[in-house]
DNA sequence: TTCCCAATTTAGATCGATCCAAATGGGAAG
DNA sequence: CTTCCCATTTGGATCGATCTAAATTGGGAA
């Protein structure tokens, strides 16, 4: 009941030594086959579950990770998050979640808490507007660190996350194979490194294209807020024929607007979203979009992770999955 | 660089002993101002960040607390976790965060998992087909437990959820007030108490409006499940005029299936949900369903752990959230 | 039979923070 | 000038596991 069973317990039971149960427990090959049986056996009997917070005070090893993402309503993240839960459970490591609200300040309390559960490493999704030197702090601090999805501090550490210069480009290329020449990008306001790469790859695909720059009209991160964007897009002085989006979410709300405002996605104006969102496919039209496998990303950063807390001077690394273009209906046919 | 500040560092810089700086630490009045003061100005000149591991051992607290939830790529799960992590957030405590993927053989080796690091109490959303014993076991270990959304040996631990008896009829009687009589009910076939529940309140909706039980068609839990069952709906020997869905996964693959098959939803099949997902007003048409505020959800599950964890021998309590009808274009206009 | 070595096992110190019981110090009361 | 008291502070033991260095064991060689 109230007593905990402690690796004494089990000692005493199968007649042996604190220390050596303990060889049992981490598998050391310095026991003897039969004491080691003897000595499972009472584990088993009793119960016993090692104490992983009192290990760590001697060892190093918490076998605990943190995860910090600015929001968990976006299932892109979650899915993430799901690649990330799955590698650190196959290696009975344990994740600690955080929210950061995409708030700095929210976020630095998140790693400090963190770092007062003794987390081996952490992988980061930066919040906006993060200090650029947080990378090189938490790396003082003895942390592994991973950054996902978003970047700051430039090749401080290692990173997973999407090839979306490449991605913006397979999109720009399909609009432009089904005779679009004059495309928008519905992006957002806020300056990371997710929208300077889109907005890169877009500045790519118009000079390799030739296709011309339709207006980037900036909404909230939010369907509604694109929703609220599709009056600003129909009302630009030329209107364009076709929208890319920063992600699915801003193109579902983009079609939902466009629909308010009388206008059929898909025939009226083409749109394409980026990440491909289980909703893509339900939505009506079915969104185009560019699949970024999140959950592979999160696999990936994952891996990353447990290779740095393995080796903290091994050179620094960067995942990149490509993403692949899906075409649905929202892209419409070939015009003219 | 290497070392690590310890209590020890802050107390022989501040010039007194550990015992003080810990009770510094743990806001203790028993420290008198001024020293109090000097020792907090160490604390942060040497970034001193409290060992909760090592605390662990001594109090009992470790201020972490463990939630499972069998997947989570549906963005309910999620919401409901953004609403535990807000609480948890709040009372400086942690989040450790693991996905059972339904099977309750790998939910065995998570709760070992959490045990090991100690937690103070998990928030269980049980995997179908957990032993029902698994609760008493848990508080056995001597861990505070709430169930949320799903429950298994009933009336053993604090319960938070949502409520589908009422919030099928609240769908039921929506769909009656337009004209329905006969209505399908797409369901899952994993035997949960989320399921039982929502049959429960088909029934008790069924006999109160009279309506006739257009059929209760199993799909798995997926969309594309559903978009498969929209077939076997339309093929059913007396035809429904409406479907409740078990949730608005369910739902928003039925409108595509009934789309493959040549039928406008909301025209010609009117399609409600349960759970309101972000993505019901995305669709098109707008799904109608009712919402069950899985954020809310989750801070009533966090507040109850927190109390669980505060008081063990309280009485057992239960905090349930009604669902909100949500009216939109899939349940079309009145009929006949 | 004795000695040495390799294979196992172990006692004791240790990690960082908290608890306990006891020490300290300054002022009020006598 | 004592004595007592209260507010503060403190050393040492402790939590459960791991590390280190040293002790024990059994078997084979000399």
New binding site residues.
Partial sequence: MQ?????????RVA?????????V??K?????????LRVEEVMADLD?????????????SSRTIGVVVPNLVNSFFTEFLSGVELVMGEGERVVLLANSQDDPIRQDEILHRFRGHGVDGVILCPAQDTDPRLPGRLRQWDLAVVQALREIGIEETDFAGGDYIDAVGLAMRHLVSLGHRRIAFLSVAAQTSARAERLKGLMQALIETGAENGGIVEAELSWEGAARSAARILELPARPTAVLCFNDVLAAGLMAGLRQAGKVPGRDMAVVGLDDLPLAELLHPSLTSVAMMPQRIGELAARLLVGRMADAKAPIQRSIVSGQLKVRESSGNRII
């Fill in positions: 007593g905990k069973v402690t690796l004494q317990d089990v000692a007649g042996v030594s604190r220390a050596t149960v303990s060889l427990v981490r050391s090959p310095l026991v003897a086959e039969a004491t080691r016993y579950v090692r104490d992983i917070g009192a290990a760590r005070l001697r060892d190093k």
